[in-house]
């Protein structure tokens, strides 16, 4: 018999209370409501870690980020690895007979050589390219480094540069082509990082494979800065190329913003989650079309949150635990699985979505995931036990944030102190001795597990 499908949705730095499923003001996620009766929602879920390269070992293995290593320390940004002997959610699937597709969308922290592509059948990443005929990558060393710097580029303010510079490399390899007689293809810019490219895969990759039982994980970056989203799409098509380069000037300073400019980051960032969203309900309506809808399940979740000045910075500052960094959507639709109820209040945390994904295949849980399945909330009359839900940035300092009841509590392990004490909505909380004395027999519990995981 068939077994039940899964795609994996990630989108980079969405916010969960950027969406209206979750109370927001605007209709950022639109498109999807006519299926919303049919999607389970998740209140207080959080990322394990953050930024993305530490984001990411937790959703796709189940790991702490501390588990990992850190490779290229040539590179401004280190990135981290999964552990040789790690299992990826695809490599359980493959086991099991599923066929395993990845799209990274080109992020350059989820590269084949960092461990993503293990267990997929096919995988498009920054350093590799399976199943694009069309567009095959070459390993020469001219398409690696223009690739490189085409990418790290994405952060600079003036497009105009990265065009000029993109067609300076096209220039070069048609020159080269023609010298040498050589074949040199045409290396991946900012245009194939675009939601489109992205969701255009995962189409083929379902009609290619709608006979046999598959599991795809896409990621898509256009919710990260820098924010440009699609005309028909934007809140206010009318930004300037001059404010958007004041807005990323204060972004890589860390500066104040003026409440014009963080209207139009604002403005850039809902016309960007806008666009993500209409493109997943090609998906759905893909599979509808096809017949798949019914055996498909559809995970929707971000790697983490994007702060926007509301403590008085971007992104997402180690120091800080606060929702708008910690707290991410989670959708997950399944018509058959699913039973639907308002809203899931119960916190989870992302690196319990791969035991719940191999979960929610009917696969036995699988010993090297360090998480656990929240799949029994998915099931009419039944539980999951309410414990500890843990946040963790490895500094340094090393930080700890544990979220039990309706309280956050925040710790710096490095110098044993602790920093904060929050309720779920992030107002100041006294934190009582009892409080302390409770946490710290939760860490050192938690520690020994870490410490006595069988990787």
Not at 83 to 103: E, M, Q
Not at 150 to 162: E, G, H, M
Not at 363 to 369: A, H, N, S, T, W
Not at 417 to 438: A, G, M, S, T, W
Request: glycine share 4%; charged share 20%.
């Amino acid at each position: 018999m068939k077994k039940t499908n899964v795609i994996l949705l990630s989108i980079d730095s969405l916010r969960a209370d950027h969406l209206s499923c979750y109370g927001y003001h605007r209709k950022t996620d639109e498109a999807l409501l006519s299926f919303m009766n049919q999607i389970t929602v998740f209140k207080n879920a959080y990322t394990y870690s953050y930024p993305t390269m530490r984001a990411f070992p937790p959703i796709i293995s189940s790991l702490p980020p501390e588990f990992c290593t850190t490779k290229f320390p040539w590179q401004i940004y280190k990135k981290m690895s999964l552990p040789r002997n790690a299992l990826t959610i695809a490599d359980v699937l493959k086991h099991s007979g599923y066929y395993c597709i990845a799209h990274t969308g080109l992020c350059n922290f989820l590269t084949s050589p960092q461990g993503y592509s293990r267990g997929f059948d096919q995988f498009v990443g920054m350093l590799r390219q399976d199943g694009i005929k069309e567009k095959k990558l070459t390993n020469s060393f001219f398409s690696f480094i223009s690739r490189q710097l085409i990418y790290n580029l994405r952060y600079v303010p003036p497009v105009r540069l990265v065009s000029k510079i993109e067609r300076s490399f096209h220039w070069l390899r048609e020159s080269l082509n023609a010298l040498t007689g050589s074949n040199i293809q045409e290396p991946f810019g900012i245009g194939n990082r675009s939601v489109n490219e992205v969701t255009d895969y995962v189409l083929s990759c379902i009609t290619n494979h709608k006979n046999n039982s598959f599991f795809i994980w896409a990621h898509y970056l256009d919710t990260h800065t820098p924010l440009s989203p699609p005309h028909e799409y934007a809140y206010n098509p009318n930004i300037s190329a001059t404010t958007k380069r004041k807005i990323m000037s204060a972004i890589f300073k860390q500066r104040p913003i003026s409440p014009p400019l963080l209207q139009n980051l604002i403005d850039l960032y809902d016309g960007a989650i806008r666009s993500v969203f209409y493109q997943i309900r090609r998906i759905f309506d893909h599979l509808k079309n096809i017949g798949l809808l019914d055996h498909t399940c559809i995970i929707i979740t971000g790697d983490h949150g994007f702060g926007l000045w509301e403590h008085g910075y971007w992104e997402y500052p180690d120091e800080h635990f606060y929702n708008e960094s910690t707290r991410v959507p989670l959708l997950i639709y399944h018509p058959k699985l699913i039973y639907k109820k308002e809203m899931i209040r119960t916190p989870v945390s992302l690196i319990d979505l791969a035991p719940t994904i191999i979960d929610i295949c009917e696969q036995p849980p699988e010993p090297l995931f360090f998480g656990k399945s929240f799949a029994t909330l998915l099931y009419k009359d039944h539980i999951f036990p309410s414990g500890n839900t843990w946040i963790e940035t490895l500094g340094p300092p090393h930080r700890f944030c544990l979220i039990k009841g309706n309280q956050k509590i925040i710790y710096n392990k490095d110098s044993k102190q602790f920093l904060q004490c929050l309720d779920i909505n992030d107002n100041i909380k006294k934190l009582r001795p009892e409080d302390k004395e409770i946490f710290l027999k939760d860490l050192t519990s938690y520690e020994n597990k870490k410490a006595t995981f069988p990787l």
